[in-house]
């Protein structure tokens, strides 16, 4: 909680995703349905579900508006890449951020 002599602000910020590359294959037909998806504050946010290509590229072209307050109450942000499946959803990978 911080002191009320601290104005707030608030912001967006915007993630664009563009495309995901050397994904593994993770089906049984050698793709991958890849979403990626998040949980800032309570907020949770996931892109569609992209099939990868051949070459195991999937465009993923897709965007988050994450509504912040500043300063920030935290900074730790964690982005995960799944992959969609009909029974229950498997995790490929992660990446760490820092906001500040």
Partial sequence: MMPASIRKEYK?????????????????????????????LKKKLKTKAVTATKTQETF???????????????????LKIYDEDKVADEIVGSMNFSLK
Avoid at 60 to 78: C, G, K, N, T, Y
């Fill in 12 to 40: 967006q910020l915007k993630i664009r995703f563009i495309k995901a590359e050397k994904l593994p294959k993770m089906d049984v037909l050698g793709t991958i349905d890849a979403y990626i998806h998040t949980v800032y």
């Fill in 60 to 78: 993923i072209e897709q965007e988050f508006w994450l509504p912040i307050q500043w300063p920030l109450a935290s900074d730790r942000f964690v």
